[in-house]
């Protein structure tokens, strides 16, 4: 960027890209000798503060910050930013809000605090994909069930909520006689997929 002294007005900043399709001698003459923007305004932009629009409706606000907080989240947790994007619309206030926009590494820290309590509240089947990789890499491994004793075979496993891998059988019958449906792994309340 490229910044020409307006005599009458503020700087205005003009892009590269403008100044190679602008005719340069016009622009001296009317405006003045052209000065490249300072590295101290480049750094002021880079550590300024996200912030809701201010004269927007508290609606719009909380619509604002949903849609950054749901950028900020997707990237580590595609399959579960719109959850934890609406739990902390529903639980925090917008200053802290914005706060933990501004601030990753206590984003990062409210993220895991939800992911532990969906993890807790309601167990939900891991993606197909992530399954898949765990029956492959247990039967890679040569592992055996903890049930039943018998090797793992990806036609014949099931995957737990809670990531464990077992004989499809023997881990249906455990939480149908297990009236806690926990995993004999871990413990953890668990479910498979149907």
């Given at each position: ?12 900043v ?21 000065e490249?923007?300072q ?24 619509q ?55 993890a807790?509240?309601a ?9 898949e ?11 055996c ?12 496993a ?37």
């Amino acid at each position: 960027m490229a910044q020409i002294e307006d005599r009458r007005m503020r700087p205005i900043v003009i892009s590269e890209e403008d100044l190679q399709n602008t005719d340069w001698p016009d622009i001296a003459r009317y405006w003045g000798p052209i000065e490249h923007a300072q590295p101290q305004q480049r750094r002021r932009n880079e550590n300024a503060r996200w912030a809701p629009p201010r004269h927007a409706t508290p609606e719009a606000q909380q619509q604002a910050i949903g849609n950054r907080l749901f950028a900020l989240i997707s990237p580590a947790h595609p399959e579960l930013a719109g959850k934890i994007t609406g739990m902390f619309l529903e639980g925090m206030g917008t200053p802290q809000l914005v706060a933990m926009i501004n601030d990753r590494a206590q984003l990062n820290a409210k993220v895991k605090v939800a992911l532990t309590a969906l993890a807790r509240r309601a167990p939900s089947c891991l993606p197909r994909h992530v399954e898949e990789i765990l029956m492959k890499e247990a039967e890679r491994n040569g592992d055996c069930c903890i049930i039943s004793f018998e090797k793992i075979q990806v036609q014949t496993a099931a995957v737990t909520s809670c990531g464990h891998v077992f004989d499809r059988e023997s881990i249906a019958q455990w939480l149908k006689t297990n009236a806690q449906k926990a995993c004999p792994s871990c413990r953890q309340m668990c479910t498979i997929r149907a």
